[in-house]
Structure formats: structure tokens, C-alpha cells
């Protein structure tokens, strides 16, 4: 018995390689019992190599991987994949064609006594309760998903992995699969590690997110701090609508720019960094599309260059004089059309700002 704060699952500094290929290199995450965890990033960043690390099917040039408290992986030892009780749902359901779905669910319970039971249970609690002597090629995808689901948590594992579970159906039935799934997960205290490239369903079914990029982790932090507070432009950039603007700090509280001056009641800091912007520091401040405010009163105007109807409001793609371009959430009444000029202004709350690489500042603190 682990003390309670032990992490449930934590990798420690593990890397994978392909051959002489790094693909995963130095990467660390913890999660707590019951937690529901996510990696979202862009095709090829790692995710799934990291799940199969986790799971076993891949070794590990250097790192740990603890599952709780007892080492499960490390560049000397292997615990076998069939030892870990960990369970694992794909983007292909993979189920057994030849077996009904009860069969199906019923296939990690080999020899336990309340199988059958076990099994109603689980198809009871993923919405199909009255299947078990159905076979999969009589449902629809989003109902094998649920039966693969009932399967991969039908042996209790200590942890589940689902690697795009959702990504092959349709947008609806995604984001609906995504809060049930989050219910159900929580409801049964499983602890689980979702990879995705789908930032809504990460949103939906996530306690805690890790951005990733070329193997490693760049934030790891719940979705509010990662649209608010973005570690870096690459997690600024993926998660979330918005764009870079150039500035310059005067005074230490305030941000020159084309939109006019942009005051922060507080000092401004690096995003990046923490550390203070002083006078003439030069900025990216990142603006998202209900920072940049519609108002016919304001002396600055810009050009409307696309615009996406999004039922209460229009998403729209403006052009500065000096052919920036931002984004411009306004109420939906207010349909003016491409080509046409239209005042903004600025309404930030926080600041998000990174200093300039191109600039290396003579006065930045
Ligand atoms: P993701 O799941 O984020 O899309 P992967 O973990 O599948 O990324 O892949 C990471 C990188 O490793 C990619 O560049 C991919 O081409 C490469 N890769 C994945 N699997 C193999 C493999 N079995 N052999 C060689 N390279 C691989
Ligand atoms: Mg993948």
C-alpha cells in the first residue's frame, strides 16, 4: 500500500526511439488516482508512441514509468503488457467480429467467476443493455466504440488508455461519447490518459491537458489556464483562435501597438518567462477574438477579409493598415461584408505577451 499522495502514474524523464529515432525524449507526467488525463498535439508529436510505452508494447531507452508507486518500466526492466492491468481503447474499435458483443466484453474476464454479470453490468453502463447477443457488424460505429469501452474497463484495469477513441465518428456523436465518457470514467474512479489532436474533446473529457510538440510536453495544465495563460506561442497558436500583434511597453504597464495603447493593471511580464518587460522591450501580445472589440465610434478601422457565421456571432478576419491581420468575435447582427471597414478597439483583460526573439532588447529586465 502506497501512501495516499502517491502519484497513480507518473513517467519519469522516459524516451522512445524508432530505431536511431528519438520520437518521445525526456518526458515526464504525473497523475493522481482517478484523474483523467490528456495529451493533445498535432499528427506525429508522440501521443500515441507515449500510450504504448505506458502500455508495454514499446521500450525505453532511458526513464521510468511507475504505475502506482511500483515500477512497471525503465530502460532495464519490462514488466510484460499482459501484467499491467492496463486497458486500452483505439481509433479502430478492434472488436472481435466472430463474437457477440457480451463475447467481446466478456474477453478479459476469462475464468472470473461473475463474468456474466460483470459483462451485463458493463453493457448496462454504456448504454447497451439489451445487446449482448447482438454482434458488431449490427451496430452503428459509435455504439461499437462504447462496446470496445465496456471491454477495455470490464477487468477493473488500473488504468486506461484510449488513443483517439472518437476520432472516426461524427462530430456529434463525439462530442456526446466525450461527456459520457468523462461521467463514466468518474462514476467507476478510473484513472484514465486520453490522446487526442481534437481540442474540443480534450476540453470535454479532460480534468488536466499536456500540449504536445516533438516529443515533449511544452504545458500541462487544465484547459482554462491553457487558453488563458499559454506557456509558450506554440501552445498560444494550438489551443484556442488568435493571433500575434506587435508591441512596444512603455512604462512597464502599458503596450504600444497598431490598435492603439493597451493598458494591463499590472506590471508586464513575459508569458513565457515571468520576467518583467520594461521600456522599449519589444512584444507579441497575443489577441483572441473577443479581445478585439467591433465599435463604429473608434478612430481605428480595419478590412473585413473572411468571415464565418457562427449562429450568434461572426467570427471575422480583419485587415490592419499594415496588413496584420486579427480575429474579431462580434454579435451576429452585425453583418458587414468582406471588403468593408469596420472600427475595433481593444478590450484585454490579462495580458499575453512574449517577448521578442528578433529584438534582443537593450532595456527588457
Ligand atoms: P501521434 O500519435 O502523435 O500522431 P506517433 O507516436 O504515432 O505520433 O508517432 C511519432 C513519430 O514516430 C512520427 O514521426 C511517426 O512517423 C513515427 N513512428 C510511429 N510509429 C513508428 C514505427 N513503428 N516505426 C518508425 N517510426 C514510427
Ligand atoms: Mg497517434
Not at 12 to 33: E, H, K, M, N, Q
Not at 145 to 156: E, G, I, T, Y
Not at 268 to 297: F, K, S
Amino acid at each position: 500500500m502506497q501512501p495516499a499522495d502517491t502519484p497513480w502514474l507518473q513517467l519519469s524523464g522516459i524516451s522512445v526511439a524508432y530505431g536511431r529515432r528519438a520520437v518521445v525524449a525526456d518526458f515526464s507526467l504525473t497523475l493522481p488516482r482517478g484523474a483523467v488525463g490528456c495529451l493533445l498535439g498535432p499528427s506525429g508529436c508522440g501521443k500515441t508512441t507515449v500510450l504504448r510505452a505506458i502500455a508495454g508494447f514499446e521500450p525505453l531507452l532511458a526513464g521510468e514509468i511507475r504505475l502506482d508507486g511500483a515500477l512497471v518500466g525503465s530502460a532495464r526492466q519490462q514488466v510484460p503488457p499482459e501484467q499491467r492491468r492496463i486497458g486500452m481503447v483505439f481509433q479502430d474499435h478492434a472488436l472481435f467480429p466472430h463474437l457477440t458483443v457480451g463475447a467481446n466484453v466478456a474477453f478479459g474476464l476469462r475464468g472470473m467467476p461473475d463474468a456474466a454479470q460483470r459483462v451485463q453490468h458493463m453493457l448496462e453502463t454504456v448504454g447497451l443493455g439489451g445487446s449482448a447477443a447482438r454482434y458488431p457488424h449490427e451496430l452503428s460505429g459509435g455504439q461499437q466504440q462504447r462496446v470496445a469501452l465496456a471491454r477495455a474497463l470490464a477487468p477493473s484495469p488500473q488504468l486506461l488508455l484510449l488513443d483517439e477513441p472518437f476520432s472516426n465518428l461524427d462530430i456529434e456523436l463525439r462530442e456526446r461519447l466525450g461527456s459520457e465518457l468523462r461521467q463514466l470514467l468518474k462514476a467507476a474512479g478510473t484513472t484514465a490518459l486520453l490522446v487526442t489532436h481534437d481540442q474540443h474533446e480534450a476540453f470535454a473529457i479532460a480534468d488536466e491537458i499536456g500540449i504536445m510538440s516533438g516529443g515533449r510536453i511544452q504545458q500541462w495544465a487544465t484547459a482554462y489556464d491553457l487558453y488563458h495563460q499559454p506557456a509558450n506561442r506554440f501552445v498560444a497558436d494550438f489551443v484556442g483562435q488568435g493571433a500575434f500583434l506587435p508591441g512596444t511597453v512603455q512604462n512597464g504597464q502599458h503596450i504600444q501597438m497598431e490598435l492603439g495603447m493597451l493598458d494591463s493593471p499590472e506590471p508586464i511580464r513575459c508569458t513565457e518567462h515571468g520576467d518583467l518587460c520594461d521600456a522599449g522591450c519589444g512584444v507579441d501580445v497575443l489577441l483572441r477574438p473577443d479581445d478585439v472589440v467591433h465599435d463604429d465610434a473608434s478612430p481605428v478601422t480595419a478590412e473585413v477579409v473572411a468571415k464565418a457565421f457562427r449562429g450568434a456571432e461572426f467570427l471575422y478576419t480583419l485587415k490592419l493598415a499594415s496588413g496584420q491581420t486579427v480575429l474579431s468575435m462580434v454579435p451576429s447582427h452585425h453583418n458587414h461584408a468582406i471588403g468593408e471597414r469596420i472600427g475595433i478597439r481593444l478590450e484585454v483583460d490579462h495580458v499575453v505577451a512574449y517577448k521578442r526573439e528578433d529584438e534582443p532588447a537593450l532595456d527588457c529586465g
